[in-house]
Each structure stands twice: as structure tokens, then as C-alpha cells.
């Protein structure tokens, strides 16, 4: 019987993973969670935690526990290089609008949480897999690791934006395509001299600066760049040379860093939405499904949201194929809506041409004359989702 076939197995042990692992165990599965690199220790700076992120997480039971450890973003908004303001935000408007706050906290606080709320031995550490068969109504699951086979009755491919089960289940799709755009991310101590969370956009690229509880500050960069380039004398240099006149506290951030511990990375996105979620008995969440400019800050937010979703329609005695064609019916058009806002904003962000610049921050500063809320309308449909209930699906337009 169906309902007794109730092993999972999630391949990636990253946010959206940890989360899927979470919730389905909840459901009733028996789950274990393969990750490819050799321990849990997080690559990467910090994550911005929309309502509608922090409301999946309390599914799991650790919205709380992550409202507690992280920064509650206060009122700041939208500048120029010379520091003047293009918008003001405030942070008791956005709560009032989405019904809770929009946090802040590095990632691996989040995935030390997530790791630890689930069992040990549940993830499985240096350990590789691949699909060798998606499955089907009559037939279950397998995928290979280095210790042997495992068969499931469900397959969660939690592997990233370079997905190895996504081309196995659609070859024919063109995959990820390259932004135009590089990041780069990293996490210093907290400069002299107070500032407000910002983001700052300049022609052709941007900057956000957003404290975190512990005493640092996440900042993050964009910029139009090559593919696969990398600056002959260091990303730190780079950084000085784009961003080094502009106000503060950009100048004491880039001080601060250290080569080391600034990541950058080409933005792919899969603008170019695939089929379906789901083939089989083997579902694609997160990046692997939806890939997304971080324009939004919803990349993490949704593989979240993904998880519960996926956990509520595979509930107990449910047949998986069912269950995962009701995933892809509610959460593709949601994510290709959020994949192709944030490629828009990620236009508008990086428009480098002195005219349309100018008129950019026109546009921005005559919007924000009307109050914050004019401003929040752009997440309207993404901040103020809620987890479903019964069968109510969620939306976004």
C-alpha cells in the first residue's frame, strides 16, 4: 500500500534541503539527506528572511527561533552613490503590509538550525548521488551513491543551481542561463559611525549593506561583468576600484574585508521555466527547479516555501506521483513569476547608461513622495504568502 512507502531521500543538504527534510519527516517520512561536500560547514554570507519565508518556517517549527536570532531589519531604503536618498523604507509599514518582518542572519546560523532540529544520522555527509531512475506510479525511486543504491518511494533533488538530477529528468531543457551579472558577498564587523540598512544603486551595479545581530554586517555587490571573470589583482581591489568613493559605510565595509572571505559568483538564473517540478517520484526544489537573480532576496525564501508546500500535498496515505503533480501545479507559477520580477528589477538595477540612470532615480524618487507603501506594492504576491491550508493553493501575479 501507498501509505506504507514512506521513504524519502533528499539529495543536497543545503537551506532548502535541511527544510524539505524537516517537514516531511513531520508528514510521517523516514528521511535521509545525502550531501556531496564533506560536512555541513556553510559556504556563504549572509540571507535576508522574508514574512513569507519566516511563515513556512514556522511549519517546521523554527520561525520563532529564527526571529529571535536574527536582525529585525529597521527603517532604511533605497540610495545613490553620493548617499542621497531615492527611498525611504519603514520597517513597521513592511510589517503591517506582509503581517511580519523582514530579518536578517548568516547562513549558517540558519543551517545549524535546521541541521540540528533533524535526528542524527539523518544526514548523510561526503556522500554523492546520483538518479538512476525518477520512478512512476508502480515502481520506486533509485538514485546511487558510493556505498550502493537506494531505492525511495520519494526523491527530493535539493542540488543546486548546476543540478545534476534536473537535465536527468529533462535533457531537452536549455538549463541556466548566465545574468550578464556577477555578486559578491561577505560578512564584516560592524564600521564606525551609525548607517541605516541600504541598498545603493550606481550605473551598472549596486551595493546593500545589512547589519546582523551578532555585531557584523552582511554587504553584497552586483556588477555587469563577463562570465567566468575574476580580478588579476583580487576580488578586495576590484571592490575598492567600483565601489570605493561611494558614502558610507561602503568605504569602512570594503576596508574591512579580507581576500579570503569575499565570494563572488556569476548569477545564473533559469529564466527559461522548466516543464514541471516533478517526473516520477523525483521532484526538483530551490534552485535546481527555479534558479533566480537575488534582486528579490527570494532564492532561499522560496526553495523554503517549496519545502512545505512539497511536505503538505505528500501527506500520509497520498500516492507521491499525485502528490507531486499537485506540487508543480501550485508552485511553478508562482516561482516563474518571482524568476522573471526579479530578472526585471535586475534591468532596472543595472541600467548603466547616464540618461536612463538619471531617469531611473527620477521615477524611484517621485514613487517614493506617495510613502512607503507605494514602494512595498512590488512584493505584494510574494511577501505576503501563507503556507496552504486544506487545498487552497498560493499565488503570484
Partial sequence: ??????????????????????????????VTVLERAASLAPVGAGIGL???????LDVVGLGDRVRSLAAWQG???????????LVRTSARAAIER???????????????????????????????AALADPGDARRPARVTTPDGEIEAELVVAADGIHSA?????FP?????????????????????????PHETWGPGRLWGSQPLADGRVYAYAMAAAPAGEHAA?????????????????????LAACDESTVLRHDVHQLIDPL?????????????????????????????????????HHAGPGRPVPAALAAYTAERLPRTTAVVRRAARTGRLSMLSARPAVVLRDTAMTAVSLFGPGLILRGFDGIADWRPPVGDSPARVS
Avoid at 534541503?17 to 517520512?29: D, F, K, P, Q, S
Avoid at 538530477?165 to 529528468?169: I, N, S
Avoid at 589583482?233 to 565601489?243: D, P, T, V, Y
Wanted: positive net charge; charged residues 15%.
Fill in 98 to 128: 506582509f503581517g511580519g518582518p523582514l530579518v536578517g542572519l548568516h547562513r549558517a546560523t540558519l543551517v545549524d538550525l535546521l541541521a540540528d532540529a533533524l535526528p542524527e544520522g539523518v544526514v548523510r555527509t561526503g556522500a554523492p
Fill in 172 to 196: 531537452g531543457h536549455p538549463g541556466p542561463r548566465y545574468s550578464g551579472f556577477t555578486t559578491w558577498r561577505a560578512v564584516v564587523p560592524t564600521p564606525d559611525g551609525p548607517f541605516a
Fill in 1 to 30: 500500500m501507498e501509505q506504507q512507502r514512506n521513504r524519502a531521500v533528499v539529495v543536497g543538504a543545503g537551506i532548502g534541503g535541511l527544510t524539505a527534510a524537516l517537514a516531511l519527516r513531520a508528514r510521517g517520512w523516514d
Fill in 165 to 169: 538530477v534536473r537535465p536527468a529528468l
Fill in 233 to 253: 589583482g583580487g576580488e578586495k581591489a576590484l571592490l575598492q576600484r567600483l565601489f570605493g568613493d561611494w558614502h558610507h559605510p561602503v568605504p569602512a565595509i
Fill in 275 to 311: 516543464p514541471a517540478f516533478h517526473l516520477g517520484r523525483t521532484a526538483l526544489l530551490g534552485d535546481a527547479a527555479h534558479a533566480m537573480q537575488p534582486t528579490l532576496g527570494q532564492g532561499g525564501n522560496q526553495a523554503i516555501e517549496d519545502a512545505v508546500v512539497l511536505a
Fill in 75 to 85: 527603517d532604511g531604503g533605497m540610495r545613490r552613490p553620493d548617499g542621497r536618498w
Fill in 50 to 56: 522574508a514574512p513569507n519565508a519566516l511563515r513556512a
